[in-house]
């Protein structure tokens, strides 16, 4: 038997002058980017990776 256990995962996203973070629980991975404007983007464009 196979017992399949779901469990939630949530993000946090929190937006300021200088830095983008992202929190991803419950792996426990943190990521921040700076905002500064590299490779000609703009704001409101969609970065690519």
Same mark, same amino acid.
């Given at each position: 038997? #196979?017992?399949i256990v779901r469990?939630?995962?949530w #993000? &946090?996203?929190d937006v !300021?002058?200088?830095w983008l973070d992202v929190a991803l629980r419950p792996? &426990? +991975?943190?990521?921040? #980017? !700076?905002?500064?404007h590299r490779m &000609?983007? +703009?704001?409101g !464009? +969609?970065?690519t990776p």
């Open positions: 038997m #196979v017992t469990e939630a995962q #993000v &946090g996203i !300021s002058q200088a792996a &426990g +991975t943190d990521l921040r #980017v !700076s905002n500064q &000609g983007r +703009t704001p !464009s +969609t970065a």
